[in-house]
């Protein structure tokens, strides 16, 4: 059972925007903790795709942007591209588990 | 560029011992908190150890607590994993990741497989 909460699986058509939410609680994204996004394509490392709940690194198309809102964050993507398939997970830190990063469960997106 | 290369991983017995290490490159190694990261077969990332910058405050997961222990040696911009009492369910591929404001940086991952 993940800290955070993300739908387990998305799709979306070539061209479509998808949003991709993570769910946490007061002791983490409603505590103020940063939120940062990665991108794992399959076989591959996780790579930081949206740090701070809303930057993105340099390299990293403007298609896709973050926000946070209370307790939650989300990661939209538009202009959805066949290379955009992979796995999303959503990472913070909790005031209950000093240190530790607490990540979501991921989300594989699928580009139909 | 910053640069973190696992290495150590293979095929270990249950009850075996393992010790990963991650050269860092590209940064002030010195000057920031690490942690290792686990992804099982299929399955999501999973936090198993922190060592701040100084190495002087160390935490892990509940899974691995009493089994594994993380150090650093700052002067060779190392990284370590001793991985003692091996498990089935310890086989993943295990990262090391650097901690920052501006997110976490990744190695490539080494392959841990724990079976008879």
């Known amino acids: 059972q993940s800290v955070l909460t993300q739908p387990p699986s998305m799709s979306g058509a070539p061209g479509q925007r998808v949003t991709i939410s993570c769910t946490g609680s007061?002791?983490?994204?409603?505590?103020?903790?940063?939120v940062h996004w990665y991108q794992q394509l399959p076989g591959t490392a996780p790579k930081l795709l949206i740090y701070?709940?809303?930057n993105r690194p340099s390299g990293v198309p403007d298609r896709f942007s973050g926000s946070k809102s209370g307790t939650s964050a989300s990661l939209a993507i538009t202009g959805l591209q066949a290379e955009d398939e992979a796995d999303y997970y959503c990472?913070?830190?909790?005031?209950?588990?000093?240190?530790?990063?607490?990540f979501g469960g991921g989300t594989k997106l699928t580009v139909l | 560029e910053v640069r973190l290369v696992e290495s150590g991983g293979g095929l270990a017995q249950p009850g075996g011992s393992l010790r990963l290490s991650c050269a860092a490159s590209g940064f002030t190694f010195s000057s920031y908190e690490m942690h290792w990261v686990r992804q099982a077969p299929g399955k999501g990332l999973e936090w198993i150890s922190y060592i701040s910058s100084s190495g002087s405050t160390i935490y892990y997961a509940d899974s691995v607590k009493g089994r594994f222990t993380i150090s650093r040696d700052n002067a060779k911009n190392s990284l370590f994993l001793q991985m003692n009492s091996l498990r089935a369910e310890d086989t993943a591929v295990y990262y090391c990741?650097?901690?920052?404001?501006?997110?976490?940086?990744w190695g490539q991952g080494t392959l841990v497989t724990v079976s008879s």
């Open positions: 990741a650097r901690d920052g404001a501006s997110g976490w940086y």
């Open positions: 701070g709940n809303s």
């Open positions: 007061s002791s983490n994204i409603g505590a103020g903790y940063d």
């Open positions: 990472q913070s830190y909790d005031s209950s588990l000093s240190g530790r990063g607490v």
